[in-house]
């Protein structure tokens, strides 16, 4: 009897190609109490996975290539010295292509926010969107997020609560995998939540150091997990998300700051009384930013995830991911005339992780460019 090939990391090959840009132009009017900002973005993305031998010849890669064209107004008006009124305008087309299918999706929202300086104090923002989506129709969403700050202490307590509207991606929808029996679902329903979230921050050493907390609860109607069997992806009727947002951050001399952040995250499947695939619960980071000199930037941050729950790479069992920390640098320099050079290095180290469990991420890579600003 012969059996069939386990799927293993060292049996898969992915390649990934990225390209991103994006070109500004802003404009002021009425003594810039109306300020204008068009924006026009393209981003490409191709991946191609060469999966296991299946016993008659290599099989032809999975290729998953598409594109996203965006184009976005963004209006901001004075309307007095205490209140800001904001408006947006975005139309966006993905698209996939020959992947082995091709697919369009067009996007086209709208959206106003009031911010308020009603009593010394408090401030108030109130937004409301509507987006139009060529394939899972109209949707309204809204957010409403106040903040008060006490004068005697300097103390900022905010809060906010809104809902949200997502809707599957083109690669969800009809990118399957067949070697791995893994295969897109056509029938994905948009997700949609409510959340809201209470928290505080308090400035210390006369400004210099700042530290908060910030409580947050999601509750999501037909997200979109990876099915029971890991064959597809499948809407889970009810899940909640809830945890703890907490930074410290401190400015040690006048051109180095240091940040640390940490996040406790609860992921369940409110149908299936069980926890959520693939969210760790703990995630913390660490970044240092040094002004070297007046036109120099450097960064460096260490991040760490923790343990998540997960499938092994035969989908066949359950089991707990190992947590990783990977340290990354970053950089720019500003060469006048509107032009910058930046550069960052992820997984300085060439730390070796999975995720998810089965699928090797990069280790050490090397990225750079340049900025342009073109002036009037």
Sequence with gaps: ????????????????????????????????????????????????????????????????????????WLGTIALDPRDTLVLGVDDTTDRLIDS???????????????????????????????????????????RIAPAYTVEATGTVLKASAG?????????ELFVSYPSFDFFANPDLKPETSFGYDVGFEQPLWGGRARFGATWFHNDIRDLIE????????????????YGVESFASVKL??????????????????AAQVELLRRPKNKASVTADWQ????????????????????DRSGS???????????????????????????????????HYENPVGFDKPGIGAYGGIRVALQP
Excluded at 31 to 50: H, M, P
Excluded at 163 to 171: R, Y
Excluded at 230 to 240: D, F, P
Excluded at 329 to 338: E, K, R, V
């Design 1 to 72: 009897m012969t059996s069939l090939p386990t799927t293993s990391p060292s049996q898969t090959y992915q390649w990934e190609k990225q390209f991103f840009s994006r070109a500004t132009a802003m404009l002021g009017l009425f003594d810039d109490r109306f300020e204008n900002t068009l924006g026009v973005s393209y981003a490409n993305f191709q991946t191609t996975v060469q999966s296991p031998d299946d016993g008659f010849g290599l099989p032809a890669p999975v290729l998953d290539n598409g594109d996203r064209l965006k184009f976005d």
């Design 100 to 142: 082995p299918v091709s697919a369009i999706e067009n996007r086209v929202g709208g959206f106003a926010e009031l911010q308020l300086r009603p009593i010394q104090g408090l401030s108030v923002a109130a937004s409301a969107r509507f987006d139009s989506d060529d394939r899972y129709g109209s949707h309204a969403t809204w």
């Design 163 to 171: 809902t949200g509207f997502k809707s599957p991606t083109l690669t």
């Design 226 to 241: 990876t099915n029971a069997d890991e064959t597809s992806y499948a809407n889970v009727g009810r899940a909640t998300t």
């Design 253 to 270: 001399t006048r051109t180095l700051d240091l940040r640390g952040d940490y996040t406790w995250l609860t992921a369940r499947d409110d």
């Design 292 to 311: 070297a000199t007046r036109r120099l930037r450097l960064a460096a941050s260490l991040v760490y995830v923790g343990a998540w729950l997960d499938y």
């Design 317 to 351: 069992s359950q089991l707990m991911a190992s947590p990783y920390a990977t340290v990354n640098l970053a950089g720019d320099y500003d060469l006048g005339h509107g032009l910058t050079l930046f550069a960052r290095i992820d997984n300085l180290l060439d730390r």
